[in-house]
């Protein structure tokens, strides 16, 4: 296994090297330009549209329920374990470059909003269909359709054996058993390895509750995230308050240490301060994309479904998804954990044991009542992701295989069975193999937004002048 780990990290260090970290920042920096800043000038505008229904708009859900579909397969694991991991891997200073790259992220997520919905067609049974695979093959054109396959490719291996499954149900045992059986006093040996009886029990119950749901669809995804995802977010949003208002003298201090680490001030030598930036900016923008998954090309699939005619106005409230989810989520998990210094004090701590550690030192709390908490937030926007991910990763499948029901219907049983197995492998291989595919996935993506840059541009010139 540990031959195993270290291929998946070093497959994991060349598919998000500097070249792919440049390429997806770059990308952001580019749409902004050539938006005029979009994300920073119609921010309140698209919060505001966040809530209100487009008269007249065709689709299957409304905005707001592709909004929290899309936030469904966002706000998860990548918020809580994610960013621990960013930070413990990557210093403190991973967290700035969390934030830079969503806020150049929200352009790039604007973008795939605005194309999903200027390219999306509509099937036999009258489903609207979108996403990077359509608006690859209509606005680049069929010669391109080779990358469209390519997207849609990664995309259903993305959903089966990354963001998906493995990381989610895997962080969402580990914090079961982290609260139910800390000192694993009830475990059974399988294979030579000891699994707890609450590991294995939370297991088999999250792969029955994904069973039933899936079978709904993108109706029976969008009413269960349209119930939780708020309500979870402001428990968790809460929590995190309360640790930083608790603990408000200790923020100065954690910023500057948050952008000394991001430049490498803390290092002593020439060698070391590359080497820390280097570090710093990997993690970050890697946990970042993770999290937020602007330039992945996930939401577009989402928001395809929404019920509107504007393109740049579904563009606007799909690029809200990126605030939400980082620059305020994970910004607070991020404070959280740097001023309870958990990473410092408990080096051997890895995933959600870092964050649990935060919640335990900030919130003023017993200790029990803390990890319950954290527990209850995870397993939520765990469960969640699953949901979203199933709908985006059967998406790329249909794309392949012409809706081919059989092949669903397998893929189906393969993603649960994924569901199934994820708790019992190792913590560190599958975030190697979740970050290796999210790159892979992001290639085509990101071409497709850059060529289609002219669309996008005149399609918001457009939009606003109406407005006026």
């Known amino acids: ?48 549209y966040m809530f209100s229904k487009e008269n007249g708009g065709e689709g299957e859900i409304s905005s707001f329920g592709a909004l929290c579909t899309a936030l469904s397969a966002t706000i998860g694991t990548g918020n809580i374990v994610g960013v621990a991991t960013a930070i413990s891997t990557g210093g403190a200073g991973a967290l700035f470059w969390m934030e830079i790259a969503a806020l150049f992220g929200m352009a790039t997520k604007y973008s795939e909003g605005l194309l999903a919905i200027k390219y999306r067609v509509t099937d036999k049974n009258g489903k609207m269909l979108g996403g990077p695979f359509y608006y690859i093959e209509n606005g680049m054109g069929r010669k391109w359709k080779w990358l469209a396959q390519l997207f849609a490719f990664f995309g259903v291996f993305v959903g089966l054996m990354g963001i998906g499954t493995f990381t989610q149900v895997n962080s969402i045992t580990s914090a079961a058993n982290s609260f139910f059986d800390p000192e694993k006093a009830h475990a059974v040996t399988i294979f030579g390895i000891e699994y707890t009886f609450t590991q294995i029990i939370t297991g088999v119950a999250v792969t029955i509750l994904t069973a039933l749901i899936i079978i709904g669809g993108i109706q029976s995804i969008s009413k269960i995230s349209e119930v939780f995802i708020p309500f979870m977010i ?36 020439g060698g070391l301060l590359g080497y820390g930036i280097k570090t710093a900016m990997q993690k970050g923008v890697a946990r970042g994309i993770f999290s937020n998954e602007a330039g992945l090309g996930s939401a ?169």
């Open 1 to 48: 296994m540990e031959t195993f780990n270290e291929i998946t990290k070093q497959i994991d260090d060349i598919v998000w090297g500097l070249p792919l970290i440049l390429l997806i920042l770059g990308c952001g920096i580019f749409l902004t330009i050539r938006l005029k800043g979009v994300q920073i000038r119609r921010l309140w505008l698209a919060l505001k």
């Open 234 to 269: 402001v428990i968790y949003v809460s929590c995190c308050l309360i640790i930083i208002f608790t603990h408000l003298s200790e923020i100065p201090s954690a910023v500057v240490l948050v952008f000394k680490s991001a430049f490498g001030v803390n290092a002593v030598a």
């Open 300 to 468: 577009p699939i989402a928001a395809a479904a929404a019920k509107t005619n504007e393109p740049a106005r579904q563009g606007l409230v799909t690029m809200t998804g990126t605030f939400i989810d980082t620059i305020i989520v994970c910004t607070m998990t991020g404070l959280s954990i740097i001023i309870s210094g958990c990473i410092e004090q408990n080096p051997e701590f890895e995933g959600v044991a870092i964050t649990d550690a935060a919640f335990r030192y900030g919130l003023p709390f017993p200790e029990k009542v803390s990890s319950f908490l954290l527990m209850i937030c995870l397993m939520f926007f765990a469960f969640t992701t699953i949901l979203g991910w199933n709908y985006y990763s059967e998406r790329c499948l249909s794309y392949l295989t012409g809706s081919n029901k059989t092949i669903t219907i397998v893929f189906r049983v393969l993603y649960i069975l994924a569901v199934f197995i994820a708790p019992y492998l190792a913590v560190s291989a599958v975030w190697n193999i979740s970050d290796i595919f999210n790159g892979l996935m992001a290639l085509p993506n990101i071409t497709a937004l850059i060529a289609l840059s002219g669309v996008t541009v005149k399609e918001t010139e457009s939009y606003f002048r109406k407005l006026k």
